[in-house]
């Protein structure tokens, strides 16, 4: 999957784009000023930056400069309240690939970032998680089960990959909120039943089973060899 490096000195703004962007099957760090933020982009461990101005120690403008001087090539989103053309073209002048305004719109910063992946010649592409014989195709997101094709949301995506690189544990539902929803989810809601009864009818009711007081479990049914990743 893809890595995503936020740099906002805002917790509420990264917290926001965290939750949707790992819903949508990304991996996400955080770095909350612009040393930091430069010292991570730099590393080669991440696929794109999603970049503040206004940042800490060391401004975005300054962060995007040393990027391109080292030649580090990491797609640069800005993402900024600075909405004035002389700041836009800046950006873009000094190497940034696309530039938005805050407030925004997270399903625009969504298609803005699929679109800066598909065109950035490093980025090999996401893998596709499989299990038994279920499949979870990254790009399209959707599974495949046994040669059926079945579209799912974003947060059934979440919740279905959730299982499955943990097939055969134990997964509270405090441990589906927060890995689906986030932390600071409404513990008391009843969302992780709801969705989970949602992935019973799209992906069979025989592969969750329910746990009585305690949680779910996700079943591989015998298929393609299993091929999830470790749980972290």
């Given at each position: 999957?893809?890595?995503?490096?936020?740099?906002?000195?805002?917790?509420?703004?990264?917290?926001?784009?965290?939750?949707?962007?790992?819903?949508?099957?990304?991996?996400?760090?955080?770095?909350?000023?612009?040393?930091?933020?430069?010292?991570?982009?730099?590393?080669?461990?991440?696929?794109?930056?999603?970049?503040?101005?206004?940042?800490?120690?060391?401004?975005?403008?300054?962060?995007?400069?040393?990027?391109?001087?080292?030649?580090?090539?990491?797609?640069?989103?800005?993402?900024?309240?600075?909405?004035?053309?002389?700041?836009?073209?800046?950006?873009?002048?000094?190497?940034?690939d696309d530039y938005?305004?805050?407030?925004?719109?997270?399903?625009?910063?969504?298609?803005?970032?699929?679109?800066?992946?598909?065109?950035?010649?490093?980025?090999?592409?996401?893998?596709?998680?499989?299990?038994?014989?279920?499949?979870?195709?990254?790009?399209?997101?959707?599974?495949?089960?046994?040669?059926?094709?079945?579209?799912?949301?974003?947060?059934?995506?979440?919740?279905?990959?959730?299982?499955?690189?943990?097939?055969?544990?134990?997964?509270?539902?405090?441990?589906?909120?927060?890995?689906?929803?986030?932390?600071?989810?409404?513990?008391?809601?009843?969302?992780?039943?709801?969705?989970?009864?949602?992935?019973?009818?799209?992906?069979?009711?025989?592969?969750?089973?329910t746990v009585r007081?305690?949680?779910?479990?996700?079943?591989?049914?015998?298929?393609?060899?299993?091929?999830?990743?470790?749980?972290?």
């Open positions: 999957m893809a890595r995503i490096l936020i740099a906002d000195d805002e917790p509420r703004i990264v917290s926001f784009i965290a939750k949707g962007l790992t819903a949508a099957g990304f991996t996400i760090s955080a770095a909350e000023d612009g040393i930091r933020a430069l010292d991570y982009a730099s590393s080669g461990e991440f696929d794109l930056l999603i970049l503040d101005i206004g940042m800490p120690r060391m401004d975005g403008f300054a962060v995007i400069s040393a990027l391109r001087s080292m030649r580090c090539t990491i797609p640069v989103i800005v993402l900024t309240a600075r909405d004035s053309l002389q700041d836009t073209l800046a950006a873009l002048d000094g190497g940034a938005m305004t805050k407030p925004f719109r997270f399903e625009e910063l969504l298609s803005r970032i699929r679109l800066r992946l598909r065109d950035n010649p490093g980025f090999r592409g996401a893998p596709h998680p499989s299990n038994g014989d279920v499949t979870l195709d990254v790009d399209l997101r959707c599974a495949k089960v046994r040669g059926r094709t079945v579209q799912l949301s974003a947060r059934e995506f979440a919740m279905a990959r959730t299982f499955m690189e943990n097939a055969g544990k134990l997964l509270t539902r405090e441990q589906l909120l927060s890995h689906v929803w986030g932390y600071d989810f409404d513990g008391s809601s009843n969302v992780v039943d709801v969705y989970v009864g949602y992935l019973r009818n799209k992906l069979g009711p025989e592969r969750f089973m007081g305690a949680g779910y479990r996700f079943v591989a049914l015998p298929g393609a060899p299993p091929q999830h990743a470790s749980a972290g």
